[in-house]
Every structure is written in C-alpha cells, then in structure tokens.
C-alpha cells in the first residue's frame, strides 16, 4: 500500500491504518504492532535494544529485526553480566559469526557497553530505573503526534540528554539520534503516528505501567 504523504498512514492488509515505516512487511508489521512503542522495564531486554540500535548505525533497523535472534545467540541473550566478561577472544570469534553485524567497533561497543551497564545497576538499581528518569513529561510532548511533527524530531532535548549522559558514564555508539530510536522503541516515548490504531493501545499500557524506581 501506498503511504499517505500527509499523514504518514498506510492501510495494513486488516484495513486498519497504521504507522507507515514497516511497509506491510510481515515481520516488520508484527514488530509494529506487538513491540515499537510498548513500555518496557526488563533490563535485559533495555541493554539489548540500545545495543542494537548502535549496531543498526549505517543500517535499516529490518535488516537488525532480521538478525536479532543471531545477536541474542552470539551476546548470550544480552545479559549484561556475561557479556562483560568477553575478552578479545570473543571479540574475535563474533567477526568470524555471519549471522551478525561483523563490525569490531560495535562488537567492541557493546562489551564496553555491558560493563557499563554492570556500574549502572548497581548505582541505580537497575538499567530501567536509570532509563525510565529520562521519559517526558506529558507536558514536555507534542500535542499531536503527526508525520510532519515526527519528521522533524528525529532527536529531541531529552534524547540529547540522555545521549550526554551515557557518554559521560563511557557508554558508546549512543549519539542523540540512536537514543531517541532506543526511547521510541521501548516507550518511553509514545511515536505512533495520530490515526494509527495501535496509538491508543500503546498508550493505555503506558497509562498503568508503575515506573520502576
């Protein structure tokens, strides 16, 4: 189906207008649908999805979606505290693994990565407590999430923040942009377009998630 020039809207194979970035692709639409924007709090999950979206830089997140399990087979399932523990061995043996992005910074990246996220926990508790201070306020948010208004927000003040904070604390590949892809994903934010019928489902579910922290 065609996208909606003004509104950002395509017609799904249900007739129910949705977000136009999956383009009616099967997986892709599932990936809308059942995952993009609903709140999530598991840190594992968190540590992965902010993983990804830095291995996803120069890419399409399909081609990351299409890879995914690879990624959590090759970075045991994204727990933070064993990948910390990879040395240059494993960094190694992951270039050799065609099933990923076979790319020594991001690989390298996402070890320093769990490292950091090791500190992180422990300083706040969790990944998710740390993330979730970062959500908006409702105030703080556009009062209409349309295509214009998504088109010229590819980061925001919130996303940049967080962006300098995380360097601060020696985090990598999390410039503004990846972050606010990271945020959109996970729900801090809620980015589906006004007129997509998955909107106010996410919303209702960030309505009775209790924040952690």
């Known amino acids: 189906m065609t996208k909606d020039e003004k509104t950002g809207l395509i017609e799904g194979p249900d007739g129910k207008l949705r977000c136009f970035w999956h383009g009616n692709l099967p997986d892709y639409l599932e990936y809308h649908d059942h995952e993009w924007g609903r709140p999530v709090t598991d840190d594992h999950r968190l540590f992965e999805k902010i993983c990804l979206e830095g291995f996803q830089s120069g890419l399409s997140w399909l081609t990351i979606l299409r890879k995914?399990?690879?990624?959590?087979?090759?970075?045991?399932?994204?727990?933070?505290?064993?990948?910390a523990r990879f040395t240059e061995n494993d960094v190694e043996r992951l270039l050799t693994n065609a099933g990923i992005v076979r790319h020594g910074g991001k690989i390298r990246s996402t070890i320093n990565n769990a490292q950091r996220a090791v500190e992180m926990a422990q300083q706040a508790g969790s990944l998710a407590a740390y993330f979730w201070r970062h959500e908006p306020?409702?105030?703080?948010?556009?009062?209409?999430?349309?295509?214009?208004?998504?088109r010229a927000n590819p980061t925001t003040r919130h996303s940049t923040a967080l962006s300098k904070d995380l360097k601060k604390r020696g985090w990598s590949f999390v410039g503004p942009t990846t972050v606010y892809a990271f945020?959109?994903?996970?729900g801090l934010v809620n980015d589906h377009l006004a007129g997509c019928c998955m909107r106010e489902e996410v919303e209702r579910e960030r309505e009775a998630l209790v924040r952690p922290g």
């Open 68 to 83: 995914r399990e690879n990624f959590r087979e090759a970075f045991e399932g994204f727990d933070f505290e064993r990948v």
């Open 137 to 150: 306020s409702a105030d703080e948010r556009p009062s209409v999430m349309d295509y214009g208004t998504l």
């Open 183 to 186: 945020m959109q994903a996970m």
